[in-house]
């Protein structure tokens, strides 16, 4: 795609990110990873405290659950580009632990340049959108996962599509867990159909 950023040089200026305060509590700016030319794109919320303290997305429970569903899916983790809409970690003290806190609207709009730069950076087919943060973020503030996931809205050059968040497959009550994990890897199947 001609003029599109160098993902490298956009993952450099995201390190020194201070567009909000988020950058003054958390360890590291977690930038998204996986091949420019991916095909599929999947955008979560932002970091949790393994990412945080790993620098990369996905790598905590919640991208445990992700690589499960993908292979389940039939799709490899490797031909995806895995990012977030915010890339600082926001939590809350509890003793020792670090507890997740969802982002504001003012977060969300801090850190959208840098997932807009990786959208077009990588340019893929479809990009997918875990969780109603990253959904909302760039489907409008009345988009819901809940009613509205699996539909296909057209942007620019992509598709667009929403899904759940695998880390609430983890939060689901224990006899909803398996349906829960069963919905999602229906909805990445049917995204790696679109794919080919």
């Known amino acids: 795609m001609t003029g599109a950023p160098d993902l490298a040089a956009l993952r450099d200026d995201a ?19 996986g091949p420019v030319d991916a095909d599929l794109m999947l955008v979560g919320e932002q970091p949790g405290d393994q990412e945080d303290r790993q620098g990369a997305p996905f790598v905590g429970p919640a991208g445990g659950m992700l690589d499960d569903a993908l292979r389940d899916a039939g799709i490899a983790r490797g031909r995806t580009y895995v ?3 915010v890339k600082h970690f926001k939590f809350t003290r509890r003793g020792k632990r670090r507890i997740h806190d969802k982002p504001n ?8 340049p840098w997932l807009e730069g990786e959208i077009a950076a990588v340019d893929p087919d479809v990009v997918v959108l875990m969780g109603a943060t990253a959904a909302q973020a760039l489907l409008g503030s009345s988009f819901r996962v809940t009613k509205q996931r699996g539909e296909v809205f057209e942007r620019d050059r ?3 599509t929403a899904t759940v968040h695998p880390s609430s497959i983890l939060r689901a009550p224990r006899d909803r867990r398996q349906a829960a994990y069963d919905d999602f890897v229906a909805d990445l199947a049917g995204i790696g159909t679109i794919l080919g």
């Open 15 to 33: 390190a020194g990110c201070t567009r909000c305060h988020l950058f003054e509590d958390a360890t590291q700016t977690v930038f998204g990873e």
């Open 83 to 85: 990012t977030n809409v």
């Open 105 to 112: 609207r003012e977060e969300v709009e801090a850190c959208m």
């Open 158 to 160: 992509y598709r667009l």
